[in-house]
């Protein structure tokens, strides 16, 4: 049985091309440099691929940047705003698309970006306009393709399907649909697809992950249209569709019915497609089946055993020639290679696979699929071996998290009294006035801060003179806050590295690789913590340093927890229990820290959720399951304080419509949200539903260095006070300050400030 990837990381095995980018943008190296950055990661990556065993290796794989910005590219897809850009000078058009531009006369912003589907990996939202019209502009394609065949490797070249390139990205004016640019976009497809064949391509693979989303049945029409029409133009082409993410669900009746030579199935996210399809009356045994079987979008050992019985079953059906084995999606989503890992604890590492030890499961289960398998038996019994040490391993099972989670009561995620009682109580306790001020958690991350951070971990400084400077940042940032006049103060978060990471490293279950990186966006990398065991806090993570910025004043200070949802999204998490399970386990350790923080005297505690809308299922029907656990996971970390005690939770870049009654169910006693560059439009979801709770919308852009005037924040907060009742207003940032410099965040808060007070004083002339 023939094997086949469908993308490889790109940004090398040591970050080679996100360190290479960087030089590039800061002018410390030329293209010619940047370029033999790639063309040794993309050689690299063939072959490696190649060596172990890959019959079908992919190309065009590659991106200095974003994959969906490249087809945009192939596409002639270049928005007008760049025309003054020199198309002959290629990675300058390409990263000002990227990155936006500011040079000599020009001064262009880049394109918008988001999340790729359920990833958290980001891609660059082609922008379409009525009039659009493509080209075949870069040949990128084309390139990879020979740079492969160059090295005697015939490779099948990846794009995005026209379907999901136009579904992904934006209208840019009114007055059309972008699935309307549909007949004048397939002739460039088929202008690229006649310069491959022409180079002996054999197999092209497009991806359309849109099949893992409820289609309409105009959008199931386009993808009939597409792939009828390059059947009929180039009946040769073996085209490889790939769907992943999850299943070909409501679309599976048209993906059955197309005429192309290969279906891919993510059977790592939807396993149950695999007999729908063998039993489906509409499957023409003709077209092939590529399994895939080997998870890209996470980090454990693969077992083979349960992987040879699924193939069986389809075996039992199909000639084994007419299917391949695969990863689920593209191995972009996991990191490169377990073998760099020396500081992993063994037991742990044996685990788990990245991206090279992935390719070599693919190539070992169709091995053990030969007739004379005997050479590999071993590495069947040594997965086997690993498999069943994972299961009974005393580093995952702990029975004092278990008997909690099974003796959780309803009364676990509910708050003493209803929210009306809360607030009342509150109002006495905390003396805050009408629209009252507060930020986000983080102040400034300094190069100071941050080497202190670096010191410490690397050793080289005690904990008690690292513990000196913290502690004096702390004062420093407490007595500003006081010096401007905020209502609700932080300690400023400068002893965490990443908000998850934080809790992360001080949690049992949690493990750290050291070259684990994903890509996230351009040449921004993550590392997530790998979550492989049962969820337990062993001591308070948060209570020193937030107890004692609360020393230092008599104001109130705010607590600051990342909620259990943000966690587990952001983490590669455990494969052996449901995610609601895990999450409920966090939930338990955050709640214990919770009352902590309530015992050492905070009267205000913030669980942070940015991650709750991203964890959305792609498919609806799947929403309201995901909401319930999600919701009742947060509740459980807040709802173990009296009714003095004010949560807050925080949540950014998120589109609340769709969730609205959700936010509303997680009955935080206050909400702060992003809604600043949307001037308050993300506030309708809000209004809209009558949000019951305090709720405090963002009024300064964090994202950008501006510091916004105090007129701007007026007016902000006026559209606010419009549309919420006043008792409801908290005025905050759009989010935390990590990112910004201290004499921006002075200047920006200041008006903040002032602009609460103004509202305040004229609130107080009408009474
Ligand atoms: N408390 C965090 C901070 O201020 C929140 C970050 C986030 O929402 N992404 O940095
Ligand atoms: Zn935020």
């Known amino acids: 049985m023939k094997t086949t990837l469908l993308g490889y990381p790109r940004i090398g095995r040591y970050r080679e091309l996100k360190k290479a980018c960087e030089a590039f943008w800061s002018g410390k190296i030329d293209e010619t440099t940047l370029q033999q950055t790639a063309t040794e990661i993309k050689k690299d990556n063939w072959l490696q691929q190649q060596n172990l065993g890959i019959d079908l290796i992919p190309s065009n794989d590659f991106s200095f940047y974003d994959q969906v910005l490249d087809a945009c590219l192939t596409f002639g897809c270049v928005p007008k705003r760049y025309n003054n850009i020199d198309k002959s000078n290629y990675l300058e058009l390409y990263f000002a698309m990227a990155r936006g531009l500011q040079k000599d006369a020009i001064d262009v912003t880049a394109m918008e970006m988001t999340k790729w589907f359920d990833t958290n990996y980001h891609y660059i939202v082609p922008e379409f306009e009525k009039e659009q019209s493509f080209s075949f502009f870069s040949k990128k394609i084309i390139n990879e393709y020979k740079e492969a065949l160059d090295l005697g490797i015939k490779t099948k070249p990846v794009l995005i399907g026209p379907v999901t390139f136009l579904l992904q990205g934006k209208e840019k004016e009114a007055g059309f649909h972008r699935l309307d640019l549909l007949d004048k976009l397939l002739p460039v497809y088929f202008e690229v697809i006649e310069a491959l064949t022409t180079l002996g391509v054999e197999y092209i693979q497009f991806d359309e992950p849109c099949l893992a989303l409820n289609l309409s049945e105009k959008e199931q029409n386009a993808i009939t249209k597409t792939y009828e029409g390059i059947a009929a133009k180039f009946p040769k082409l073996k085209v490889f569709l790939a769907n992943y993410f999850d299943c070909y669900g409501n679309n599976l009746n048209t993906a059955l019915a197309l005429p192309v030579d290969t279906l891919h199935l993510d059977l790592v996210r939807c396993p149950s497609q695999l007999d729908d399809i063998l039993n489906s009356e509409d499957y023409n045994p003709k077209t092939k089946l590529s399994l895939g079987i080997v998870d890209g979008r996470n980090i454990w050992k693969n077992d083979f055993e349960a992987s040879l ?50 390719t070599e499961e693919i190539v070992a289960i169709s091995n053990l699929l030969k007739d004379e398998n005997d050479g590999y038996l071993h590495l069947f019994e040594e997965n086997k071996l690993a498999n069943l040490k994972r299961r009974t391993s005393k580093r995952i099972h702990n029975a004092t998290v278990k008997n909690r989670i099974s003796n959780l009561k309803p009364s676990d995620s509910q708050r003493v009294s209803p929210f009306s009682t809360r607030q009342a109580t509150q109002k006495q306790a905390l003396h805050l006035p009408l629209f009252p001020t507060t930020t986000i958690g983080s102040f400034p991350q300094t190069k100071e801060v941050r080497s202190w951070r670096l010191k410490f971990k690397k050793g080289l400084l005690s904990q008690n003179d690292y513990d000196v400077l913290i502690a004096k940042e702390i004062e420093d940032s407490i007595r500003f806050q006081e010096d401007i006049g905020l209502d609700v103060l932080v300690h400023g978060e400068f002893e965490r590295n990443d908000m998850v990471e934080y809790f992360g490293e001080k949690l049992n279950g949690f493990a750290f690789s050291s070259y684990g990186w994903v890509q996230s966006y351009g040449s921004r990398c993550v590392k997530p913590p790998i979550l492989f065991g049962d969820v337990s806090r062993e001591h308070p993570m948060t209570v020193k340093w937030s107890e004692y910025a609360q020393s230092l004043t008599d104001i109130p200070v705010k607590g600051m927890l990342t909620g259990p949802v943000t966690i587990l999204q952001w983490s590669f998490v455990r494969n052996d229990q449901p995610r609601e399970v895990t999450c409920n386990q966090i939930a338990l350790a955050i709640r214990d820290e919770v009352v902590d923080l309530e015992k050492s005297g905070l009267k205000i505690i913030q669980i942070d959720e940015p991650a709750i809308r991203e964890g959305l299922p792609l498919r609806e029907e799947e929403w309201k399951n995901y909401l ?53 439009e993300l506030l309708d979801a809000f209004v809209n539903f009558k949000y019951p709770n305090e709720i405090g919308p963002g009024v300064y852009d964090i994202h950008s260095p501006r510091v916004p005037s105090l007129d701007e924040i007026e007016n902000l907060l006026l559209k606010a006070k419009h549309v919420l009742p006043k008792e409801h207003i908290w005025v905050n940032p759009d989010c935390g300050l990590k990112t910004r410099n201290w004499p921006e965040t002075k200047a920006a808060l200041k008006n903040l400030v002032k602009a609460a007070k103004n509202l305040r004083a004229k609130e107080l002339e009408l009474v």
Request: glycine residues 0%; proline residues 2%.
């Open 309 to 358: 019985k699924t193939i069986e079953k389809a075996t039992r059906k199909l000639n084994s020639d007419n299917l391949w084995i695969a990863s689920s999606c593209s191995l972009l989503h996991t990191p490169y290679d377990l073998d760099l890992e020396t500081t992993l604890e063994p037991e742990i590492k044996q685990w788990l696979a990245f991206a090279k030890q992935k």
């Open 628 to 680: 319930n656990w999600a919701v009742k996971a947060f509740r459980i970390s807040a709802s173990g304080v009296q009714n003095e005690t004010q949560i807050h939770t925080h949540m950014c870049y998120s589109e609340f419509n769709d969730i609205i009654s959700s936010i509303a169910d997680m009955d935080a006693d206050v909400i702060t949200i992003e809604t600043s560059r949307s001037e308050m």
